[in-house]
């Protein structure tokens, strides 16, 4: 025999297992227009209104897993071709829209960054200044960006990491 309160924690059980699945189903929206973010790829962006009002430092660190030898050869042949590395700047509002572009081609290292073979992988780092206009994507909320770190091989073949979304009034 069924009691009120068995049906009553039935249909609270069916509730709550709707709403989970709501819930977990209700998030994708929101998050699937930036794309995941590659493991130890990471973007900051500093304010550079002491030394340059209206100007924003990008920087993009990260690594390529990548072994020692693997990653020696790569650079070596980063030369030839077209190989670099190309920096993307994305805006990530419900679809991603395109704010600027860095490119660097063959291997680098400077003040500003470099891409270097390590004992463990391929590192990778860059640091540019942009008018804070650029980053302005939403001009009249909150702005989110990413960064897509491309390295393209001497054979123009690219392999693409994504930095984690920066979100800020720009």
């Known amino acids: 025999m069924t009691t009120t309160y068995s049906k009553r924690a039935s249909l609270f059980g069916a509730a709550a297992a709707a709403a989970a699945v709501i819930g977990m189903t209700g998030g994708l929206g929101t998050a699937a227009a930036a794309p995941s973010q590659s493991p130890g790829t990471v973007l900051t962006i500093v304010d550079q209104n002491v030394t340059g009002a209206g100007f924003n430092r990008v920087i993009v660190r990260g ?19 077209c190989g670099g590395m190309h920096y993307v700047v994305w805006g990530d509002d419900p679809n991603e829209q395109y704010l600027f572009d860095r490119n660097y ?25 942009v008018p804070a206009s650029v980053l302005d994507e939403d001009k009249d909320g909150t702005d989110e960006v990413f960064v897509r770190a491309r390295f393209v091989d001497g054979d123009c073949g690219g392999r693409v990491h994504n930095t984690n979304v920066v979100t800020g009034t720009f």
């Open 63 to 81: 690594v390529y897993p990548m072994e020692n030898p693997d990653a020696v050869g790569y650079l070596n042949n980063l030369t030839a071709g």
């Open 105 to 129: 081609p063959g291997v680098h290292d400077d003040i500003d960054g470099f891409i270097r073979a390590t004992d463990r992988d391929l590192e990778f780092l860059q640091q540019f200044v």
